[in-house]
């Protein structure tokens, strides 16, 4: 969801992040910052405060993050990724089933999707409250294709950052990685089914598919 579907982790955490270190007089980096995407909340927390040193006031840093956090998913509609849209009509009409599968939390997740509305798209949503491990475990992508009851070859997870990667990796389903913000590392990229800049690069791979399993 965050960094993939919707710009949450540019317009959203990083942003933010920089704010509220700033403020506390102790700036964090916004590549540092992009390393942390795709965390849980706990991660998140742990990694920062050990860049940081001890020093750094991260349990003041946290509380600010988590109450501005919420005042903008209460307040302020996060905008869509470019292409995002596009992949998500053109998923629905060809009748692919379609989840989210996401470390924030089943809260704030479902209403960054109501503000953006596509909530309704997806047959299926786990948050990062729903496993007890998170990215880079694949819990989450196990949990994902016990629920449709497929395999894991029968499933293509789409991701932007390195902690999904692995997980999707782990979980022996294919990955089509579209870069932006979040470390993605070379073996990751190599690794890919497909490596992308641009969302929009899985419909020609989807309707490719299709095609030859017409075909066939």
Same mark, same amino acid.
């Given at each position: 969801?965050?960094?993939?579907?919707?710009?949450?982790?540019?317009?959203?955490?990083?942003?933010?992040?920089?704010?509220?270190?700033? =403020?506390?007089?102790?700036?964090?980096?916004?590549?540092?910052?992009?390393?942390?995407?795709?965390?849980?909340?706990?991660? &998140?927390?742990? %990694?920062?405060?050990?860049?940081?040193?001890?020093?750094?006031?991260?349990?003041?840093?946290?509380?600010?993050?988590?109450?501005?956090?919420? &005042?903008?998913?209460?307040?302020?509609?996060?905008?869509?990724?470019?292409?995002?849209?596009?992949?998500?009509?053109?998923?629905? =009409?060809?009748?692919?089933?379609?989840?989210?599968?996401?470390?924030?939390? =089943?809260?704030?997740?479902? %209403?960054?999707?109501?503000?953006?509305?596509?909530?309704?798209?997806?047959?299926?949503?786990?948050?990062?409250?729903?496993?007890?491990?998170? =990215?880079?475990?694949?819990?989450? &992508?196990?949990?994902?294709?016990?629920?449709?009851?497929?395999?894991?070859?029968?499933?293509?997870?789409?991701?932007?950052?390195?902690?999904?990667?692995?997980?999707?990796?782990?979980?022996?389903?294919?990955?089509?990685?579209?870069?932006?913000?979040?470390?993605?590392?070379?073996?990751?990229?190599?690794?890919?089914?497909?490596?992308?800049?641009?969302?929009?690069?899985?419909?020609?791979?989807?309707?490719?598919?299709?095609?030859?399993?017409?075909?066939?």
């Amino acid at each position: 969801m965050d960094g993939l579907l919707l710009d949450s982790e540019r317009q959203m955490y990083s942003k933010l992040g920089m704010e509220v270190s700033s =403020k506390l007089g102790m700036p964090v980096s916004l590549d540092f910052l992009a390393s942390l995407m795709g965390n849980g909340w706990d991660i &998140y927390e742990r %990694r920062l405060a050990e860049h940081m040193g001890k020093d750094f006031p991260i349990d003041e840093y946290m509380r600010l993050m988590h109450e501005r956090i919420t &005042y903008t998913i209460e307040n302020v509609p996060i905008p869509m990724r470019p292409g995002a849209r596009e992949v998500l009509d053109y998923c629905k =009409k060809s009748g692919y089933l379609m989840a989210i599968a996401t470390s924030t939390h =089943k809260k704030q997740a479902y %209403r960054c999707l109501e503000n953006a509305g596509i909530f309704d798209y997806f047959d299926h949503i786990i948050t990062g409250d729903q496993v007890s491990k998170g =990215k880079p475990d694949p819990e989450i &992508y196990l949990k994902t294709l016990e629920h449709f009851g497929i395999d894991a070859d029968e499933a293509l997870v789409l991701e932007d950052g390195h902690n999904g990667s692995l997980a999707a990796f782990s979980a022996g389903i294919r990955l089509v990685i579209v870069e932006d913000l979040a470390y993605i590392s070379e073996e990751d990229r190599q690794k890919a089914y497909l490596h992308t800049y641009d969302i929009r690069d899985v419909i020609p791979l989807l309707r490719s598919e299709n095609e030859a399993a017409a075909g066939a």
